[in-house]
């Protein structure tokens, strides 16, 4: 949907809070280190890709079906809206399944008119932005 | 037996429940001294023990296990008891000595908590805090006159505390996630706020 300033809100509705993706900090130099040797090129590269991609990727894998049972197992729902320009931007309501269409229409009417609305049946954590 | 709580309980670094002992009974004549009182200062101290010893029972009756509780529980369940003995402390001087006991020392706030999330079990003890204080409030209220401005006012203190209620009422499920428990914790920690003041406001009251 689209807010009064043309700004564009995709709406995500779920049970389950996925896992947060976090990168290790293997492979950044130390402020120390002040020449920089080439044969440890291979070795900061395999680093990198391990800590930014490897392992945030194997976490994600073990933590998923924990975070999926957890998520059909409760009744709370999850609403986020995400704005990707000019930078992300994404919104968190949490509420229940009985609740989730009346928070949902809220929530929508709200965004149309350019505001962040608190409704009655659902918790707003604020906003994230990268 | 049950064998789970009390291990969740041992990995949680939970505090033994005989610590609290010293100070859990300091306030426990409360319950029975705020109905005792005529209406002034020395009724607003025993108001105020009252609420903080309710707090405290509370607290720890919804705790999972009888031995031990969690350390922040342990924290605001111990201040509140605290309190509540130097309220009673108070609401005695005040009603023996009259107007040379002062209302000085006396809080004027529950107990706040140092962290944003609460646990089930801090949520459900404070939950029945707000209704166990709710209905002592209405059912105070209704002893004056319906079309008193004072009183309309004091309605609407008690109307706010009702929606309070109702709020966490639509948000309470199974197995909430923190940012549900962080909610259903605003919601009640304002809903105390006020039907702390409510309980204030009806003590002093003259009528």
Redesign the interface.
Known sequence: MTGPSGDYWELYVSKT?LPAWREGHAGERSDTQTYFDLLQLPFMIVSALWSSIVFPLLRVVALLPFAVV?GR????V?IEAVNTFPTREVL?W???DG?VEGVLDDIVAGLAAGKVVQP??????GAQRD | MRILPRLKAFARDGVPLHDLGSVRGVGSDAYDLVDGLPRGPARVAAWNAYVLQTYGDKLIAASETTERVAVDTAHVAGAAYQLAGMCLDCARQLATEGAEASLANVPDALPHWHTPIRSHEQLVGMRETLEALRIYAAFDLQTFPADDPSTVAMLELLAAVDADLA?VD??W?????A??R???GDVLTRGLDKAFELGRLLADRRS
Not at chain 1, 73 to 76: M, P, V
Not at chain 1, 120 to 125: I, K, L, Q, R
Not at chain 2, 173 to 177: A, D, E, K, L, S
Request: a positive charge.
């Open positions: 809070a957890r197992r409760s009744r709370a999850r968190l949490t509420t229940t609740l009655v049946g659902a918790v707003y954590s | 709020t639509l948000l499920i199974r197995r909430p996630p940012e549900l962080g909610g259903i």
